[in-house]
């Protein structure tokens, strides 16, 4: 169990806090914090804010997800999918959403745009070596297994 704080940001009393939709839902659902509609025409991209900043425990990260049935509907997905939220990020939330689909697509203040996955960062430290320990993979990748 980790501890998450939200800051609601001034003059967005009336947007939603991130929420689960239900209980065990992976993701909590983004709102929209656009002081007015906006219209993202197909293939045109925006930052939209969310409203609120946080704070969590160092070892969590947030990853900002794209919404399926706004992918699935109208084409409007995350651009940078999936965002990373660092645990150390005092500033807005925001969303960088992109319309992939034909149609313009209207965002209204309060929709539920996004979803947000905390995940829990493994702490690691890189080390640089002059060898690398021998893998039967070796360097084998991009499809070397076939088809
Ligand atoms: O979808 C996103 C992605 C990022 N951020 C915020 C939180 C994150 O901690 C910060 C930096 O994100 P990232 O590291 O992905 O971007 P960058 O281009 O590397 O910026 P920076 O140089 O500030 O790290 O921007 C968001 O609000 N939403
Ligand atoms: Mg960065």
Redesign the pocket.
Known sequence: MYPIQLKRLPGNEDVALPRRMSEAAAGFDLHAAVTEPLVLAPGERALVPAGFAMAMPAELEAQ?RPRSGLAYKHGITCL?TP????AD?R?E????LINLGQEPFTIQRGERIAQMVFQRVPHVWLEEVDALPDTPRGEGGFGHTGK
């Open positions: 900002i940078n965002g990373t939220i660092d990020y500033g939330v925001k969303v960088l």
